[in-house]
């Protein structure tokens, strides 16, 4: 019985010394969180002229892209996404032509 | 197995249920018609394994059983039979034609080989008016494709949503849209793609004393029950393209002309235009209120001019001739408007003043 008294305070010590090693770290856990929020904050926030940069590479590269799909439907491939790729063999096709209409 | 019944009660059976006989099958009890007498009524029941078809006939049974005759043979025989009772008794696996004086020994399958059509107990369930059915699939069945690369384009999309019933069906070169309403179906909501070749048998055998037909669904599989004829057919897998966004919002040209004068001309263009070399390819020059069709081949050439009426610029286009004569045939009055928005765009037609049908047609690159 005694042996299982002495048992039970080893792990109640073992539990205080686990408590108190989390507690010393809650302060390094504070600070991480707070460096990430502010390196989030950093990243939103680019210069207008940077953003201005980004949009008009984006539309650039969706012209680009509209270009290359109205030439390959012109090859007379599918550009619509039942059968992209594959060749039109019984002519145009619905699908590809309002796809390319709606870009 | 014995009955006894008229040819006409045969033939009506036979006729019906031999669409959905199989040609092709590897399993040759699918070329057979699986004839059940029971309680004195003789059901006729046939399947492709797509298609399945049930009819049901009222007859003097003397002793209950069933059997699975060879469909086409039998067929023959039924037609040939002269006008009288007819006798069938089943001896093993012989069945034995009687009339006047004479008999007819039909070595048959074993009906336990036949597979039984399922039938769809915990469907959901609703109703439609007959004609409405039949027009509706009388106006879209046509624009599906045949071939069976792209099994999608093969089926008509039937899509339900409470009050509203559309149907779409397209090959990818034209599309055919229909919407109706319906009464009472409040909380109905059903999407499914039905095999064209369904939707035609159906077509075919809806008589127009049959006022409703009654429409069970599962998840793979629906059926249609009107009349005595009761046909299963099995629901077609994948994901309807989305056809709202082929559907030009606006357009250049709007013309209004009369679908008789409109099919006539085509017609008689498409006989010049059948030389295979052009493709069946006419082209429509619309200008100053006149809608030309001229065509030019080897075999000869044609002028039509048509009155029209017409709003913004003029336009030229070419369309597959059978394509617009498709649409002609199935229109239901006298004046359609067509939209075109230059000769590379689908041309729009409807019925004048009818919102409820659309055939959208994508125009030919033509030399």
């Keep these: ?62 012209g680009v892209a509209h270009d290359n799909l109205v030439r390959l439907y012109k090859d007379g491939f599918h550009v619509c996404h039942l059968y992209f790729g594959q060749p039109m063999e019984a002519g145009a096709c619905l699908f590809c032509a309002g796809f390319l209409r709606r870009e | 197995m014995k009955i006894l019944c008229s040819k006409d009660i045969l033939q009506t059976g036979v006729n019906t249920v031999q669409r959905a006989v199989s040609n092709k099958s590897t399993l040759p009890v699918l070329q057979g018609i699986l004839l059940k007498a029971e309680k004195q009524t003789l059901t006729f029941c046939a399947t492709d394994l797509e298609i399945g078809i049930r009819c049901e006939v009222a007859a003097e049974i003397t002793e209950e059983g069933s059997t699975v005759v060879p469909a086409k043979l039998f067929s023959e025989i039924v037609r040939k039979l002269p006008d009288t009772i007819i006798s069938l008794d089943l001896n093993d696996d012989v069945l034995i034609i009687k009339y006047f004086q004479a008999e007819i020994s039909l070595k048959n399958y074993d009906p336990q080989e036949f597979p039984l059509l399922p039938d769809l107990d915990d469907a959901r369930f609703f ?62 909501q059903f999407n499914g793609l039905i095999p064209s070749k369904t939707l035609s048998e159906i077509y075919k055998l809806i008589r127009d004393e049959d006022e409703f037909v009654n429409i069970n669904f599962s998840d793979s599989q629906i059926s ?80 039509e001019k048509l009155d029209i009426k017409m709003e913004g610029k003029d336009t030229l286009i070419s369309f597959n001739a059978k394509f617009l004569i498709d649409v002609l045939k199935i229109i239901d009055c006298e004046d359609i408007v067509m939209e075109f928005s230059g000769s590379f765009s689908p041309g729009i037609i409807r019925p004048l003043n009818d919102s409820n049908y659309l055939y959208l047609l994508l125009p030919v690159r033509a030399t």
Excluded: W
């Design chain 2, 224 to 303: 249609f029950q009107f009349g005595s004829i009761n046909m299963i057919s099995r629901l077609i897998d994948g994901q309807f393209p989305n056809y709202n966004q082929v559907i030009p919002k606006s357009c250049d040209t709007k013309i209004y002309v009369s679908v008789d004068s409109l099919l006539d001309s085509v017609e008689r263009a498409a006989l010049i235009a059948r030389d295979n070399s052009y493709a069946n390819i006419i082209r429509l020059a619309i200008s100053n209120r006149i809608l030309k069709i001229n065509k030019v081949t080897e075999i000869g050439k044609i002028n």
């Design chain 1, 1 to 62: 019985m005694r042996q299982l008294t002495q048992a039970f305070l080893e792990v109640e010590e073992k539990l205080i010394s686990l408590l108190e090693e989390v507690r010393s770290l809650m302060p390094y856990v504070q600070s991480l969180e707070d460096e990430n929020l502010r390196l989030k904050r950093e990243s939103c926030a680019l210069p207008e002229k940077e953003t201005e940069r980004v949009i008009a590479n984006a539309a650039r590269i969706e």
């Design chain 2, 127 to 188: 109703t439609l008016p007959t004609a409405l059915l039949k027009n509706m699939i009388r106006q879209t069945a046509f624009a599906c494709a045949t071939e069976e690369t792209r099994p999608i384009f093969t089926g008509v999309l039937l899509n339900i949503d409470g009050h509203t019933i559309k149907m779409v069906g397209t090959d990818t070169h034209r599309l055919a849209y229909r919407i109706a309403e319906i009464p009472n179906q409040d909380e109905l």
